[in-house]
Every structure is written in structure tokens, then in C-alpha cells.
């Protein structure tokens, strides 16, 4: 008993700083009855600070799953000093990817203009409140960087809608999207089991981690590939999403 008494705290810690925030996981969730058209993945949340290996093994994973389209929603970077060698790393993506940009991109003072070459560099668009009409996979892609922001849905289309920001899916205009992907939160990094998120973030609302109903539709919010301020994560592994359309 006293061994697992004094054991538990560590072996607690050992996950949380040791094993859980690079250990990735992929989450897939099928929205068709039918069989799938399109694989759109899902990522978000780098904050790169140097561990080029980790990088470079989220982007190795992403291509091993063999995703038609890769979404991404927001914040590449704190400190504009990793802004470069992140995207070297994320230019290797092998399918059109498509962002926008967090608030810590914004606050860090970053130029998008290579941002927008890396993402254009893969076939896909860095969004700032534009779309991406896609025929060839009949998808609008829409991403949100300030509000308002007025995009009604195109016909014929699988409309995705990307925000950083959970709490903006209901704030899309009064539109419904067949998804909203979004980040943000982390998940709040560390959460506590029946209860949840210890801490989340500004412009989060009810939305934490995992699927919502909102008024601009279904809405995804994706843990991330990385932490912000500490390097910690309990009960809330970093993942890629895949979406099975």
C-alpha cells in the first residue's frame, strides 16, 4: 500500500510530462452511412519550439494516413524565431493543405507571406476570411480569421468551415456548415476525469474538446499536436483527426 501510495504521484507525473504529450493519437470519425468519398484530416496547434523530431514525426503520420485534404486551425508557432524551421517541416505534407492562423501567430509578429507559400507549396491556401472551392473533392473550404464574417454555404458543396476559436461556431452568421473544425483549447491539456479541463483558454465557451451541435453546425475541437506554457498533458493526448465524408 505505501508503495502505491508513493508511486501513484510519480507514475501520474512520468505520463504527464514524460509520455502523453508526444505520445499521438489518430481519431477517426466516419460521417457518411456510406461508404466514404473523402478522408479530410485534421491538426492543429503546433506551437513549434524547437523539437524538430516531434515535427517532423506529426507530418511523417500525416502522410502515412493518406489523407485526401489536411485542414489546419491555427497557431504554428509563439516565437517567430521557429517560424522557419516549422515550415520546412510542414511543407512536406503530401496533401492539400489548407489554414488559418491562431492568435499566437498573430501575436508573435509573423510574416504569413511564407506561410501562405508553404501551405500554397502543397497544393492547398492559407485562408484569412477567404474560401477554397475545391470541384475535384466537392468541398468549400472557408477559414475564419476575424469577425464578422458573412460566408454563406456553397451548393453543392461540402462546406467546412475553419476557426481557430470554438466559440465562434455560433457566431458564423446565422449559416450551418456540414463542419466546423476548430482548436484553441488544447483540451485544456490536463483533465481531470469526471470533471474535465482544468483551465481552457479565452473564446472557448462550452466547447472544450471533442463534438458539438452548434448554430453553424457539427463542430470538432481538436486537442492539438502541442502545449502551450508547459509541456504537460493528463488525459488529453495530442491528435490528428481524420474525417471519413
Same mark, same amino acid.
Given at each position: 500500500?505505501?508503495?502505491?501510495?508513493?508511486?501513484?504521484?510519480?507514475?501520474?507525473?512520468?505520463?504527464?510530462?514524460?509520455?502523453?504529450? @508526444?505520445?499521438?493519437?489518430?481519431?477517426? $470519425?466516419q460521417?457518411?452511412? /456510406?461508404?466514404?468519398?473523402?478522408?479530410?484530416?485534421?491538426?492543429t496547434?503546433?506551437?513549434?519550439? @524547437? *523539437?524538430?523530431?516531434?515535427?517532423?514525426?506529426?507530418? *511523417?503520420?500525416?502522410?502515412?494516413?493518406?489523407?485526401?485534404?489536411v %485542414?489546419?486551425?491555427? *497557431?504554428?508557432?509563439? *516565437?517567430?524565431? =521557429?517560424?522557419?524551421?516549422?515550415?520546412? $517541416?510542414? &511543407?512536406?505534407v503530401?496533401?492539400?493543405?489548407?489554414? $488559418?492562423?491562431? +492568435?499566437?501567430?498573430? =501575436? /508573435?509578429?509573423?510574416?504569413?507571406?511564407?506561410?501562405?507559400? %508553404?501551405?500554397?507549396?502543397?497544393?492547398g !491556401?492559407?485562408?484569412?476570411?477567404?474560401r477554397?472551392?475545391?470541384? !475535384?473533392?466537392?468541398? +468549400? $473550404?472557408?477559414?475564419?480569421?476575424?469577425?464578422? &464574417? /458573412?460566408?454563406?454555404?456553397?451548393?453543392?458543396?461540402? +462546406?467546412?468551415?475553419?476557426?481557430?476559436?470554438?466559440? =465562434?461556431?455560433?457566431?458564423?452568421?446565422?449559416? /450551418?456548415?456540414?463542419?466546423?473544425?476548430?482548436?484553441?483549447t488544447?483540451?485544456?491539456?490536463?483533465?481531470?476525469?469526471?470533471? @474535465?479541463?482544468?483551465?481552457?483558454?479565452?473564446?472557448?465557451?462550452?466547447?472544450?474538446?471533442?463534438?458539438? +451541435?452548434?448554430?453553424? @453546425?457539427?463542430l470538432?475541437?481538436?486537442?492539438?499536436?502541442?502545449?502551450?506554457?508547459?509541456?504537460?498533458r493528463?488525459? %488529453?493526448?495530442?491528435?490528428?483527426?481524420?474525417?471519413?465524408?
Amino acid at each position: 500500500m505505501r508503495l502505491a501510495l508513493y508511486g501513484a504521484p510519480v507514475a501520474l507525473a512520468a505520463d504527464a510530462l514524460g509520455l502523453e504529450p @508526444g505520445w499521438l493519437r489518430v481519431r477517426t $470519425i466516419q460521417m457518411t452511412k /456510406s461508404k466514404p468519398a473523402l478522408r479530410l484530416l485534421q491538426f492543429t496547434d503546433v506551437h513549434f519550439k @524547437g *523539437d524538430h523530431a516531434y515535427l517532423q514525426s506529426v507530418v *511523417d503520420r500525416i502522410n502515412a494516413l493518406a489523407p485526401d485534404v489536411v %485542414c489546419f486551425t491555427g *497557431d504554428i508557432i509563439e *516565437d517567430i524565431e =521557429w517560424l522557419a524551421p516549422a515550415l520546412k $517541416i510542414l &511543407a512536406q505534407v503530401k496533401a492539400p493543405m489548407f489554414g $488559418i492562423p491562431g +492568435n499566437h501567430d498573430h =501575436w /508573435s509578429g509573423a510574416d504569413f507571406a511564407p506561410i501562405r507559400e %508553404c501551405f500554397e507549396r502543397t497544393g492547398g !491556401q492559407w485562408l484569412m476570411n477567404e474560401r477554397a472551392d475545391l470541384p !475535384q473533392f466537392g468541398l +468549400n $473550404i472557408i477559414g475564419v480569421d476575424r469577425m464578422p &464574417a /458573412s460566408f454563406p454555404p456553397a451548393e453543392g458543396r461540402k +462546406n467546412i468551415m475553419l476557426v481557430h476559436y470554438p466559440e =465562434w461556431a455560433d457566431k458564423l452568421g446565422g449559416f /450551418s456548415y456540414d463542419l466546423v473544425l476548430a482548436g484553441h483549447t488544447h483540451g485544456g491539456q490536463v483533465r481531470v476525469p469526471f470533471y @474535465g479541463a482544468m483551465i481552457v483558454p479565452f473564446s472557448t465557451g462550452r466547447y472544450e474538446l471533442g463534438q458539438f +451541435n452548434t448554430l453553424g @453546425g457539427p463542430l470538432y475541437v481538436n486537442p492539438g499536436v502541442g502545449t502551450f506554457y508547459l509541456d504537460v498533458r493528463f488525459n %488529453c493526448r495530442p491528435e490528428l483527426t481524420v474525417f471519413e465524408l
